[in-house]
C-alpha cells in the first residue's frame, strides 16, 4: 500500500526586495523510516522540489510495510518558554489534568480548547526527537529540543487529534514513545492563533513585544495595528541573502534576534510580523500555500466586525504587500480585495501556523 507524503521541510527563505536563494534540502528530516511497534514506514525523498520562500519544499512518498495502518506526514521545527509584558492569560501552560508519558517524553493536552498541545522531553537525548500533530485533514511534524515544554497550535480547528513524540533509532529510524489521542472543541475559531507557538514564539520576545506595543499604542483599530506592524517590518528590514544560503532545514526565527538585526530571510518576515500582532491581541494565522500558481505565504487576520480576512498581509513571490488598510471598515470590499481575498479558488492553503 502507498500513501503520499507531503513534508514542509522549511518556510523559510525568500525573498523581501531582491532574488531568492535556494538552500540544501535536509536529507534526514524525515527522509527516513519511523516505527511503532510492528509498522514500518520507509520515505523516500523525490527529484522534485518546491521553492518555498527561496527555500526547499520537499516531497516525498510512503511505502507502508505492515499489517497496521500507520499514515504520518511531516512538518519542521523547536521552542518555546515564559516571561513578561505579555498577559499571564495568552501563555501557554502544561496544566498536567491530561497527560500521556512514555520513554521519557511527555504530552500535556490540558488546554486543547486554548487552540494548542505541549511535549517535553526533560533529559539529554543524543538522539533526535520530532513531534507530530495529527488532526481532521492535516499532520504536522515538528522537531523537539529537549529540556522544557514546547507548544504546538492545533491548527485543524474542532475535531478528533492524536499527537505523538517520536525518537530517531538508528539511521533514519524512528519509533514512537509516547502518543495522546483526544478531541478538540476551541473557545473560539481564533485560539490557536492568538497564543505564541514553536513557529511563532514571542512568549520570551520582550524587545519584540514592547516595540509591537509601541507601534500599536492608543490604536484600537485592528487593520491600523496591521499597517502600523507591517510599515515597520518592511520599512526598516532587510533580505538576508546570506543567510537564505546557508539555512539549515529545522531553522526557527528568533524573534528578538531577527528584531535586533533588522535583516531575516522571509520566515523572520513572517514570524516577526505574526508574533508582534499576537503579542497586541489581534488574531492572526500565518499561512503558506498558493495564490493560483504561486507558491507563497500571507497573514490573515480576524477582526470582530469581518471575521477572518485572508491575506490581509501576503507575499507575492517578489515583495511583501499589504492590503488597503480601510478595506474592511466598513463591510465595502473593495475592487482589490475581491482580486485578492473574495475570489476563494485563488488561495489554496497548505498550513497554517
Known sequence: MKKKLIVPLLLAASCLSAGC??????????????????????????????????HMMD?????????DEFTIEDEAVPLAGAPAAVPGEMLPVASGTATKNGGGAEIDYSNTADGYVM????SASSS??????????TTYTYDLPTGGWVTFPLS?????????????????????????SFSVTLKDDFAPFLRPNQYVDYSTAVNTVAKAAELTQNETDTLKKVAAVYDFVVGNFTYDKDK??????????NLDSVLAAKKGICFDYAALMTGMLRSQGVPCKMVVGYAGTAYHAWVSVWTEETGWIDGAIFFDGKVWQR??????SS???????????????????????
Open 21 to 54: 536563494a535556494k538552500t540544501a534540502s535536509d536529507e534526514e528530516a524525515f527522509a527516513g523510516l519511523i516505527s511503532e511497534g510492528g509498522t514500518e514506514l520507509f520515505y523516500h525523498q523525490t527529484a522534485s522540489d518546491e521553492e518555498a520562500f527561496g
Open 59 to 67: 516531497e516525498a512518498y510512503v511505502d507502508q510495510v505492515s499489517l
Open 119 to 122: 511535549a517535553r522531553f526533560a
Open 128 to 137: 533526535r526527537l520530532k513531534v507530530q500533530v495529527t488532526g481532521p485533514t
Open 156 to 180: 485543524d480547528g474542532n475535531g478528533e487529534y492524536k499527537t505523538t513524540v517520536l525518537q530517531n533509532t538508528t539511521g533514519k529510524k524512528y519509533a514512537a514513545l509516547t502518543s495522546a
Open 244 to 253: 537564505a544560503a546557508t539555512v539549515q532545514s529545522g531553522y526557527l526565527p
Open 323 to 328: 492590503m488597503d488598510p480601510t478595506f474592511a
Open 331 to 353: 463591510g465595502n470590499s473593495s475592487e482589490s480585495i475581491m482580486q485578492y481575498i473574495g475570489n476563494g479558488s485563488n488561495y489554496t492553503t497548505k498550513y497554517l501556523y
